[in-house]
């Protein structure tokens, strides 16, 4: 049995993180999405609410399951007995940066593969930021992000 | 029960993909190296030799096979029931072209996923082209490719 | 009056190419496609040919002509008035092939432009040789290149 | 009639900007240089006074206009019937997060295209944040920003 | 005679910078390491803190001496009569990041060459950031950093 | 005493290469330029021609001398007792050839170091191939190659 997390801020989540969800649930046995805290951006979500979101959005893939960490995404994936880090690669600077991480992973715990999965291109320039750029200036973000969460985001920065 | 193609020219197989092919042998329960004919370029081995030197170095594997194909590649994942293609990447150049060429396959076949593999650091210089180059040259491929391969790079060259 | 080029092999013209020329001629008065002869690759269909391929295409566009030129291509801009040469990019390794064209073009006639559009996100794996890479292996090439140049490209690949 | 955007925050306006405003003038019949608000950053001069500088360095050129703007790019765009967004491209990280904008635009709107120049060679290190880099330690600007501007940098430094 | 800078802020010293001043110190008479100020972020190690701690991990080097600067590393050079300014670089993202920097301190002085070295490729994935992410969260950098810098990069984070 | 390398196929000299010359010859006491053929692409000018061209356009520089050679590069470091290889950066796509090559040269032969000036931004269009292929098109390359080559190059296009 092979066990693959998807670690990411998913602040909030978007159609390009649930895209790349569904089809790492098709090939791995069971799917952690790992939702990590990053302390040095003050975040829209809780780690909590953005943790519901997510379940309320793969409600339906019976083999995904969501938590949150705040440690080393080595050491998570020791503890879930996990093989395979999954990672979405838009373009050269997701890649860049990427590259990096994995190798550094490996070197922390060479036990644990890091795999790349290349994001549809349809949405090749969806990121939670340029989400967030465009909700806060009153942008339609239909399309952008699951169904269940747009309303969500609006209403953040209506009252923010 | 999980099937993975990691094909390509392989010609010779060098320590870089022996590291790719190790790795995803330890995720998928099968993998199928595959030897794919390169019509613009004249090959240094033959089809079969590069498949009888992969078996060769793979051999300690038990859950790796070696084949050759000469077709469109997502026919071949078809015919073999493997959901997964498996690729390495090494730098931003070999970035782009995969992700077109993952996106062509992925218009082709929407069943068959290509997932990628960061290079170990050690092997990001390591080409099939840079290894002809040198052993052209005469300079010593020791370490760039497997052990059982080196005599058959150097003679090859002697003779021609 | 403004007339723009736009430059390229076009063998075949793509759904990519023709999305450019759409939007290209709905912000230029005239825009002149240019088939470029490249000396160093042996087509697969003439330079007459493409051209009438482009014609038949574009022929609901008033606004859109077609032309092939051998020479400089400042040169032609220069016969032909035109003040923008347009360019799609794709991806980095485009970019920095183009950056040089560009800058190289500025050189020898500085009164053209050179303008650059974004490839629409669904045709970024889309070029003329992954066409005839597909078509030749017999993968289907549907919605790759306009309804008219499908069977053309099928039949060369079926007698060559 | 075609009008073209040109938005930025010109904090200051370099040589570089001024390029791609005299080459965009000589295409479209207007321009509209818009001076746009980032939240998340602090700025060396506020939008009334980086709108006045501008308006300053392009006096000459009689199709060119200058405003601010805060909202929506593509909002802006509509209500001044503007068809095209200019940006000026310098090197593979603005490729990047530029065609990740012009994706993002073209799904808001459209109707608008955003059309790129390629950034002149002999300004293809300059940006706002390196001329600020560089006053700050008391380097000279000259030849960075356009004549009038220097001073008011210079002083803003010595002031600050 | 041939004196070299090797700026940088060094908070802290990797095994990819000493790498950088080991091969540096072999080809030029002298090689001053700058630690640089970077008043954007607030460090980890003070100045003299950083200065200390290079000099410690460098003091088998005869021909490296270490300083401190917070003025424009072009006055340095002169100050220095050093004609050389070392930097390393590990990825594309470095790459254009240096260009630009290197152009730059070109125009602000024609009399100092920027030269660049390849990071050792087991080092491509290190930088003194992706240290303290790593440490901050309590993971080993054992081999990322020189053996005499450890314990205090590993006491600050319990520190802080 | 330090000898640097400064390896290239110079077919022809440009510009570009002379301005790498000068500069490296401003800081290394000794530097060979080096004309390695390419037995993949006919040249234009043969070894012994080029070796002449580049001769005539560094005659002002004492301490450059222009040699060819067909063997491994490492190799010829090593007979001419030099500890630099010197190479020029004009783009992310040179970038990685030139970092694969280095790190493969450091692997044949550790002592010797590859370092890289960054083109000039005047120069970083410029390539062997974008002067013949204007020179062929008939267009004018003043300014791209030095004077004393420009005429030959002129003349080759004229014959064949």
Do not use: W
């Amino acid at each position: 049995m092979t066990i693959a997390i998807y670690p990411g801020s998913f602040d909030p989540v978007t159609n390009g993180h649930l895209d790349i969800i569904q089809r790492a649930a098709s090939i791995y046995d069971e799917v952690i999405v790992t939702v990590m805290s990053n302390s040095s951006k003050k975040p829209m979500f809780s780690l909590g609410k953005r943790v519901k979101l997510i379940e309320k959005v793969t409600e339906n893939l019976p083999n995904v399951v969501v938590e949150s960490y705040s440690g080393l995404l080595v050491d998570f994936a020791d503890q879930k007995k996990a093989k395979v880090i999954i990672k979405g690669l838009r373009a050269v600077s997701d890649f860049e940066y990427e590259f990096q991480m994995a190798l550094m992973n490996r070197k922390l715990n060479p036990q644990v593969e890091t795999m790349f999965l290349m994001t549809q291109s349809q949405y090749s320039y969806l990121s939670s930021s340029v989400v967030k750029e465009v909700a806060k200036l009153g942008g339609c973000i239909k399309g952008l992000v699951p169904e269940g969460i747009e309303a969500e985001v609006v209403r953040y920065f209506n009252e923010h």
